[in-house]
């Protein structure tokens, strides 16, 4: 089984459009995240939560709106998909228990606005 | 501020050593971390550190922090082909869970 897993894999759409990213952890962690990697490879926090409650929220513009149902789901809704909103989207979990938090990632949601 | 820096590319022939270094600027990091990513997949995390130590060695992999110059490295004995991937530092500030990521280094591994 894999541990933290976010689907689609690739998305592609267009400019304007509202698309979204899910993602599932079977770990039991209390934390999620969010990360952004763009074409650099620079990685970037954007949201993360702790038992559905959130706790970081970069400067990440409202377009961009987490939702965590339950402490095993965290998705990601994007209004209005703008070309710099193209990157590869990284889910992650860790215990939330605040020492020495490791990440565990899913795979990545590449996605691509043309 | 919460930059942490990395060289972006390192190339070595295979059964050498790499090293890998960091420079990160929060002093009140707790944890501090190395993170492997190959192609086309996530971050996987190799080894960590506890800002009180100084040194951690895990088979292979030997890290080294020195808090006062606020420099991490990581060193990959026998380096292999398979250790060609991108390597980010990463480091916990205070609460909330916060992990920041390093520029991320990418490590070529030569036959």
């Known amino acids: 089984d894999t541990a933290v897993s976010q689907t689609p894999k690739y998305l592609v759409t267009q400019m304007g459009n509202d698309k979204s990213i899910k993602c599932e952890q079977n770990?039991?962690?209390?934390?999620m995240y969010w990360y952004k990697q763009d074409s650099k490879k620079f990685l970037k926090i954007m949201f993360s939560y702790n038992n559905k409650e959130l706790i970081i929220n970069e400067t990440v513009p409202n377009r961009f709106s987490p939702k965590s149902p339950d402490k095993a789901h965290l998705n990601l809704h994007i209004n209005s998909l703008e070309l710099g909103d193209s990157a590869v989207y990284f889910c992650?979990?860790?215990?939330?228990?605040?020492?020495?938090?490791?990440?565990?990632f899913g795979s990545g949601t590449q996605l691509s606005v043309l | 501020g919460e930059d942490v820096e990395q060289s972006l590319f390192l190339s070595v022939r295979e059964g050498d050593s790499s090293v890998i270094n960091c420079t990160y600027t929060?002093?009140?990091?707790?944890?501090l971390y190395w993170y492997k990513q190959e192609p086309g997949a996530g971050l996987q995390l190799l080894t960590y550190?506890?800002?009180?130590?100084d040194m951690k060695q895990d088979q292979r992999l030997t890290v080294l922090l020195n808090k006062k110059d606020k420099h991490l490295s990581l060193r990959i004995a026998d380096t292999q082909t398979g250790d060609s991937a991108i390597y980010f530092c990463a480091e916990m500030t205070g609460g909330y869970q916060k992990v920041t990521f390093g520029t991320g280094t990418k490590l070529q591994v030569i036959p």
């Open positions: 929060d002093s009140s990091s707790t944890y």
């Open positions: 992650a979990s860790s215990h939330g228990q605040g020492q020495g938090e490791k990440l565990f």
């Open positions: 770990l039991g962690h209390d934390t």
């Open positions: 550190i506890f800002s009180n130590m």
